[in-house]
């Protein structure tokens, strides 16, 4: 993503309250961008499955997906007085996470954004919920929008991995941080930039290789990794003119450290990168992006590699 010129905000219908909105049009009204409206919308009882399909059951989807627009069209009425062009869009497409996805590739979406609440254990390890499918899947930037609204000048931290640990592309550092600067530019941001690492690989390396009982140095072992990890993590930093204060290197797990980082500096946005390979590495794949989804204090933007592809078929399904 080199500019921002078509943002996806997606609705719940359900809901009074649209934080992902208020951000999506924050965003645009500042990049100048359009923005688009859309309710994904399924009724297991209008849509045929039970039933054979009749035309009272398809006049009643009709209906639905007409009331879902006129509920755009007031949600956007505000937001065009503000200057903002807003288009509005009511489909029929289940799974839900699999409808946004298709509506926003086919639509050329920048950017999607969509609310995000806490989230039971349970349905975090069994992923059945629509915000781990979608950062499984989507291959367009994805902000996931807690309930905090943004300030004037808020705060991006990019976190990155330069060692390229969990089989990640190195390419998607460059990508994360160009993100993080492009909104930081378009909304006059400020953006740093954050990188762990666990001391306890290098010791866990080392003892695994001592075939015979010696003293190890374990000091000077953490110490030789720190300035590894150090030494990559400046040059990725001082590549894209980020200063010294605004690069933070920490030791510790990444799910338990992001949020911290995030909460000292009053973080407003955090954006990091995950990879789905296929559906049976996924609780591998972006683990470390759904662990830390649920203990940040702020909003996660979740950035896929150029050359993804999502396992979500484009096809719409059928009304039924």
């Known amino acids: 993503m080199r500019t921002i010129t078509r943002i996806l905000s997606v609705i719940d219908p359900t809901a009074k309250d649209q934080p992902a909105l208020r951000h999506a049009a924050w965003l645009a009204e500042r990049a100048g961008a359009e923005l688009e409206l859309l309710v994904c919308y399924y009724n297991e009882y209008l849509s045929g499955d039970r039933l054979f399909d009749s035309p009272s059951l398809e006049k009643a989807r009709g209906e639905v997906i007409a009331n879902q627009e006129q509920h755009l069209e007031l949600l956007a009425e505000p937001i065009r007085k503000a200057g903002v062009v807003v288009t509005t869009t009511a489909v029929w497409d289940h799974p839900l996470f699999e409808g946004i996805v298709r509506h926003a590739i086919s639509s050329n979406a920048d950017i999607v954004f969509k609310d995000t609440h806490h989230h039971s ?133 990444t799910h338990e450290e992001l949020p911290l980082i995030a909460e000292n500096l009053k973080a407003d ?52």
Request: glycine content about 4%; charged content about 20%.
């Open 269 to 320: 946005v955090v954006v990091m990168g995950a990879v789905a390979r296929n559906r049976w590495k996924r609780l591998f794949i972006g683990a470390t992006a759904e662990r830390t989804l649920e203990h940040l204090p702020c909003d996660l933007l979740i950035i896929k590699p150029d050359w993804f592809q999502s396992p979500v078929e484009l096809t719409t399904h059928n009304a039924a």
């Open 121 to 253: 254990a349970v349905t975090r390890a069994l992923l059945t919920n629509t915000d781990w499918n979608l950062i499984r899947t989507c291959p367009i930037p994805l902000w996931l929008v807690k309930p905090k609204d943004l300030p004037e000048k808020p705060i991006f931290v990019a976190a990155i991995d330069p060692m390229n640990q969990h089989d990640k592309p190195a390419a998607l550092d460059d990508e994360i941080i160009q993100i993080s600067k492009l909104l930081g530019e378009t909304v006059g941001g400020e953006v740093h930039a954050f990188h762990s690492y666990d001391p306890r690989i290098a010791v866990a390396t080392a003892t695994a290789n001592a075939y015979i009982p010696v003293s190890l140095p374990f000091d000077e072992i953490e110490q030789q990794m720190h300035e590894d990890h150090q030494k990559r993590f400046t040059e990725i930093t001082s590549f894209h003119g980020l200063a010294d204060d605004h690069a933070h290197l920490v030791a510790g797990l």
